[in-house]
């Protein structure tokens, strides 16, 4: 199984961007997807998680009513539309992969992408 993500970069508060990972080498669509981020020093965090068919999403209170989450299956693809990015959002953002249930604690995904790095300038 494979992850990669794309979209990541250097942005002002206030400004959106748009991550996306595809996924190959796994049934897409029996997966829950992921996305998670971390600054250095500090453990890895949820951010928005969404289920097999994109019918349920889920996110972490710091983001809620900023980001969204959504799937492409057809093309084996989660994205994660950040607007109003703030300097606390700064982190390296990884996609993860889970069969089944999603969830929201970083040790249920066995399956990681290598990260794209955010940066916000206040």
């Known amino acids: 199984e494979q992850l990669i993500e794309s979209g990541g970069g250097l942005v002002q508060a206030g400004d959106s961007l748009r991550l996306s990972c595809t996924a190959s080498g796994l049934r897409f669509r029996a997966y829950a997807m992921g996305w998670f981020r971390q600054t250095p020093g500090k453990e890895r965090e949820f951010v928005a998680v969404i289920n097999w068919n994109g019918g349920v999403t889920y996110y972490a209170d710091s983001v809620k009513g900023r980001f969204i989450i959504s799937r492409d299956n057809a093309n084996h693809t989660v994205h994660l539309q950040m607007n109003r990015l703030k300097s606390e959002d700064t982190a390296v953002y990884y996609c993860?992969?889970?069969?089944?249930?999603?969830?929201?604690?970083?040790?249920?995904?066995?399956?990681w992408g290598q990260g794209t790095q955010v940066t916000v300038l206040s």
């Open positions: 993860a992969a889970r069969p089944g249930v999603w969830e929201v604690e970083p040790s249920s995904y066995e399956d």
